[in-house]
């Protein structure tokens, strides 16, 4: 990169820390490190939500997936409103009534301690693991792009997190999110607009889009079902709503953003904002990777986007194999890119016939393209068997790096900084406030005071941020990053949901029954995931939700009959 770039990433990350700072100073409780002073408003909720949730995965795995895929991915989305009124109206209520720091606290009220700690394990296993992977998915193609050590890559994508949270606990968090998440938002509409202006003269937005509809890139809705499919609109609607359910109204690392809100009016505020902002979002996302297939065709495309492989390549024996695709490829470029001229001038004459022979050819086009990628990709498997071949991940940063003007590079890759500082914030809050609060505190080492407990949260959360450094560096991590979360949610987040939905709506059962129904419920899952099908993971969900409640109710009433 260009030194102006160093300097406008630099000076736009050291803003985002001293603004974290100066917002959360006075931190001296250990209430206030772990739940902030609960005073935030609406929209600060609302950005601390989202920026949560947005993780680096989004801004670089995703507009890969829509130049590989479309606009379909957005269907996953589908479900938050939903999930975002019920928990809005039915749960947000009764963890304000209750005025607790975690969600799991409300669980011993309920229940019995044993359940707050088993639902507690539940989460630090999850969001520990989906945590490293927040680190692990930046920091594998920042290492790759700019060179670097990957254990020096996640050392300086945590180290700064780490100190400011440390620092400034829950408020810190959310306050630089608020921030954050002005720079994300400013930097994909900024992103947007540059990728369209690079495109040739006389190709505009509707061109464009046309061009990419041709495709099939611009179809966001999909009707068929099938439980081998990620991605539909029933498996969004009614699988992922399940999902965000637990997501949200389960997961600490969102329950506390929530919980600080200087009232049940504002909290409730920000979780609806969050509910019909996000798929708006996820389509500006995900138009951003439309739009950079657009440019492509125009522009001529490596065949493999990850380089950095690619010279790696050139000492193997498979090197003169991907040459020779490399060749099959710009001869088809230019066969593209003749089709491409004839389909705007027939656009722009309004010419069906024409354009109806443009559109076949480049659909016949299309499919050669991505025959010829994935043969690249197998290629580049067999030669590197070791190192990741996907290149995904690998499209939009190459754009950034390659396309982009000086000044403008620095200012993306702040965002991608900016979405995973949000994220590792909130995740490591969140795992702090449950490790003390839900097993520290009440299990293990009680009755201290609360400067203890306040000196305690801070070194949880070095520990955790630490934890994840070394996971993310040295445990062997999904390859395919934008699904890997949701995968790892799915395995966890329907038994979670399933043990709340219990407390909330099945007032009868008592903590023996939901323990068990919930370990069984846990197993089945996880026998689902591992040896049927991980593809109908969203499915899991509800599954393991249904399960742990009824389950529940069985053994309430036969083993566990009038028994607490």
């Known amino acids: 990169m260009h030194y102006i770039d160093w300097i406008v990433l630099t000076f736009t990350l050291a803003l985002v820390i001293f603004y974290g700072m100066y917002k959360s100073r006075n931190q001296g409780s250990s209430e ?154 400013g930097g994909l509409i900024l992103a947007f607009f540059l990728v369209l202006y690079q495109l040739p003269e006389g190709v505009g937005l509707p061109e464009a889009w046309q061009i990419a509809g041709i495709t099939g890139k611009t179809q966001v809705v999909d009707w068929s079902f099938s439980w081998h499919d990620r991605y539909n609109v029933w498996s969004g609607v009614l699988g992922a709503t ?168 620095g200012l993306m890759f702040a965002m991608i900084f900016c979405a995973s500082w949000s994220t590792k914030a909130s995740e490591l809050n969140s795992l702090a406030a449950t490790s003390i609060n839900d097993i520290y505190r009440r299990s293990l080492v009680k009755d201290r005071d609360d400067t203890h407990y306040f000196r305690a949260s801070r070194l949880a959360t070095v520990f955790w941020g630490i934890f994840i450094m070394i996971f993310a560096t040295y445990v062997k991590l999904p390859d395919n990053l934008i699904q890997a979360v949701n995968m790892i949610g799915s395995i966890f987040y329907g038994t979670m949901l399933g043990i709340f939905f219990t407390a909330f709506f099945l007032k009868t059962v008592r903590g023996k029954a939901v323990f068990w129904a919930a370990l069984v419920s846990q197993g089945v899952v996880l026998y689902m995931f591992f040896w049927v099908d991980k593809d109908a993971y969203l499915w899991y969900n509800p599954l393991g939700c249904g399960l742990v409640m009824g389950l529940s109710l069985i053994l309430q009433y036969t083993v566990f009959f009038n028994k607490k």
């Open 32 to 185: 206030n490190f772990l739940a902030g002073n609960r005073d935030l408003p609406w929209w600060t909720i609302g950005l601390s939500i989202m920026a949560t949730q947005a993780s680096a995965i989004t801004f670089l795995s995703t507009p890969g997936q829509a130049y590989a895929d479309g606009m379909q991915f957005a269907q996953f989305y589908f479900g938050m409103p939903i999930a975002m009124i019920i928990l809005a109206y039915v749960v947000l209520p009764i963890y304000y009534k209750l005025r607790v720091t975690t969600a799991y606290e409300y669980l011993e009220q309920r229940f019995d301690v044993r359940m707050r700690t088993f639902t507690a394990i539940l989460f630090l296993i999850l969001r520990g693991i989906s945590a490293a992977i927040s680190i692990y998915a930046p920091g594998i193609i920042l290492s790759t792009v700019f060179g670097w050590n990957l254990a020096f890559t996640n050392f300086f994508l945590a180290a700064f997190v780490i100190i400011y949270t440390t620092f400034g606990g829950n408020a810190a968090v959310s306050r630089t999110q608020e921030l954050q998440m002005t720079i994300m938002l």
């Open 242 to 409: 399940f999902l965000f359910l637990s997501y949200f109204g389960t997961d600490q690392s969102q329950v506390g953003r929530y919980l600080s809100g200087k009232s049940l009016r504002e909290s409730r505020f920000g979780l609806l904002f969050n509910g019909f902002v996000k798929i708006p979002m996820q389509l500006l996302v995900l138009s951003v990777g439309v739009m950079v297939f657009v440019f492509y065709q125009f522009n001529q495309p490596p065949l493999y986007f990850n380089q950095a492989n690619r010279i790696k390549i050139e000492k193997t024996p498979q090197n003169a194999q991907l040459v020779q695709l490399e060749a099959r490829a710009d001869t088809l470029f230019q066969f593209k890119k003749n089709t491409l001229t004839q389909l705007t001038e027939a656009l722009h004459q309004s010419d069906p016939g024409q354009i109806a022979a443009a559109r076949t050819q480049l659909q016949q086009i299309d499919q050669q393209s991505v025959q010829l990628h994935d043969q690249a990709v197998a290629v580049a498997k067999e030669a590197l068997p070791l190192l990741d071949s996907k290149d995904k991940d690998y499209i939009f940063i190459g754009f950034i790096m390659n396309h982009l003007p000086v000044g403008l590079i």
